[in-house]
């Protein structure tokens, strides 16, 4: 029997484990970076909320939006609008109650008749309300997206300009206005994008704002005289990294401290964007297109204007959840074999930190039904794996032993039998639910890294989905638990396809990205257990007589 004492001071480690890990990459930050003012120059203005979507023509109730402008109001002089079709309201009319200037803007694509109807309806704003509308952008990105010839844009942009009173523009990445000098003729303010996280050469936050000062001087000298206004302008405060940069909310409001005092020295009319976190985003843009919000989905500000910012101030919930998770582990494990000890008092405060970093990177990433349907798949998935993995380490800790190890093609039997609804298969699933399920999250690893390899710019590395299998795999290697030999073709096929899409991804994201070559690295270790399988043991000789 184990002493007491060692189990005790098992726990104990575990927990402070748990306190350190969770803290660490959650102690405040950045107090000494300083916000210069209290209030901004505009903002980007979208009201939609989680479960609204322009996409869907889901709109938001003109009182939601008056809710919101009146929040935005105590932070931003003006703010910018990017359609002029939306809702059974008009966002210029509510912004003049609440003391708000307007970018107003139309939303110009391929669809031309829809076009007209947004130049009428952006026209008709204007006039009708030219105490609140300061300026009117004639679309936005049109060209960078390639939706309408540069002829057509100006044509949109000339007849804007005969029917309003207020200064017009166009709105796009400052390389299209490289690219396309002459729309310059036709705008009164050149708008551009500046947005050194999706530049076709990402920089680090900590670059970010020589780029911005180089890029403005440029855009004076190549349009002298013309007044030049940053349209879009911010930092995501999540998703993946691009190189190094690296979307956090510590980051997000370095980039806006720093920027506002750089506004100030070279006196620029800028737009940040955005207001709120636009859920509906991930739909085009992944997880990072709905982190760009000074405020969350649900209003809450993100950080404070000055002083230290804390990277998930959630963290306190998710250390509670893995101390009382792990605890669980433990206990029950602890009650199906009474001589469970130290060693397995460790194993479930990892996976007790496994599951509430799953539930930390799954739960808050839930952006719609499918989204979440997935996610409680994936955190039911991965809580069986890590009790049955306590299990198995208990029984060979204790010198039972474990069952005979299953092989792929067992488990893709397993698997199909399920899709047909045979439950039949079940029977006896204590021996083999294990090594079924590991080959399943090994399945499940190799197709996203698949597309993680051909399709990349908007998938998240995920970290969180196999957070617990790579426990298992390093408790199992402790464990002296990795089978080796008796495996087939489904182990050479998904653990081959994992680890060559792993170095593939490895070599062709930038050596910079260290969450790219962390998950490279994630990926191979998930990989390890079936090539270990594939390879057959040399005979024993049989000994001298």
């Not at 390389?175 to 310059?184: I, K, N, T």
């Not at 792990?326 to 397995?344: C, D, I, K, S, Y």
């Not at 930190?353 to 839930?366: F, R």
């Not at 191979?524 to 049989?542: E, N």
Request: hydrophobic content about 50%; proline content about 7%.
């Amino acid at each position: 029997m184990p002493k007491p004492i060692t189990t005790i001071a098992a726990l104990l480690a575990a927990a402070l484990f748990t306190l350190l890990v969770w803290w660490g990459p959650n102690r405040p930050q950045a107090g000494d970076v300083a916000m210069v003012t209290q209030r901004f120059n505009s903002v980007s203005f979208a009201p939609f909320r989680p479960g609204q979507s322009p996409l869907r023509d889901i709109f938001p109730t003109a009182q939601q939006v008056e809710e919101d402008i009146a929040l935005v109001a105590r932070r931003t002089r003006a703010i910018r609008t990017y359609a002029s079709i939306e809702g059974d309201y008009e966002v210029a009319e509510i912004a003049a109650r609440h003391g708000l200037r307007v970018w107003k803007g139309a939303w110009l694509g391929q669809d031309r008749v829809r076009n007209q109807q947004e130049l009428a309806r952006l026209i008709a704003t204007a006039n009708a309300h030219p105490e609140a509308v300061e300026r009117v952008i004639v679309g936005n990105e049109v060209l960078l997206r390639r939706d309408l010839p540069v002829n057509e844009l100006i044509a949109a942009i000339d007849q804007v300009k005969a029917a309003v009173r207020q200064p017009v523009t166009y709105a796009d990445v400052w390389e299209f206005w490289v690219q396309f000098p002459e729309v310059a003729d036709h705008v009164d303010v050149i708008t551009i994008h500046i947005l050194p996280y999706w530049e076709d050469e990402p920089l680090g936050v900590e670059r970010t704002m020589a780029h911005v000062r180089d890029v403005y001087r440029r855009m004076q000298a190549l349009f002298p005289g013309k007044p030049i206004a940053i349209g879009e302008i911010g930092w995501p405060s999540r998703g993946r990294w691009r190189e190094d940069a690296a979307p956090s909310r510590v980051n997000q409001a370095v980039f806006i401290r720093e920027f506002i005092q750089l506004s100030q020295e070279m006196g620029f009319d800028y737009n940040l964007i955005e207001a709120f976190d636009q859920v509906w985003k991930y739909k085009n843009e992944g997880t990072v297109g709905a982190a760009w919000g000074l405020w969350t989905a649900d209003r809450q500000e993100k950080f404070p204007l000055s002083g230290p910012v804390v990277e998930n101030p959630d963290w306190p919930w998710y250390a509670g959840l893995a101390l009382l998770l792990a605890l669980a582990l433990f206990g029950a494990t602890r009650a199906a074999f009474p001589g469970a000890g130290w060693r397995e008092a460790l194993l479930a405060g990892a996976l007790g930190n496994a599951l509430a970093y799953a539930a930390c990177g799954g739960i808050p990433y839930a952006f719609d039904e499918h989204l979440t349907l997935a996610v409680a798949v994936n955190l039911a998935g991965q809580g069986l794996l890590a009790a049955l993995l306590m299990r198995r380490a208990a029984m060979i800790l204790a010198g039972a032993g474990a069952a005979p190890p299953r092989d792929g093609r067992a488990a893709t039997a397993t698997v199909r039998d399920l899709l047909l609804f045979r439950w039949r298969a079940l029977r006896d699933w204590r021996g083999f639910a294990f090594d079924d399920l590991s080959f399943v999250f090994l399945w499940v690893a190799a197709v996203l890294q698949v597309m993680l390899l051909v399709d990349p710019r908007y998938r998240d590395f995920p970290y969180p989905t196999f957070a617990v299998p790579l426990v298992a795999v390093a408790a199992r290697t402790l464990l002296r638990d990795l089978p080796r030999g008796g495996g087939g073709r489904e182990e050479l096929l998904a653990g081959g396809v994992l680890a060559l899409a792993a170095i593939a991804s490895a070599v062709l994201e930038h050596p910079r990205n260290l969450q790219a070559m962390g998950w490279s690295l994630c990926a191979l270790v998930l990989a390890v257990p079936p090539l270990l399988r594939m390879l057959r043991r040399q005979p024993v000789p049989a000994p001298a007589t």
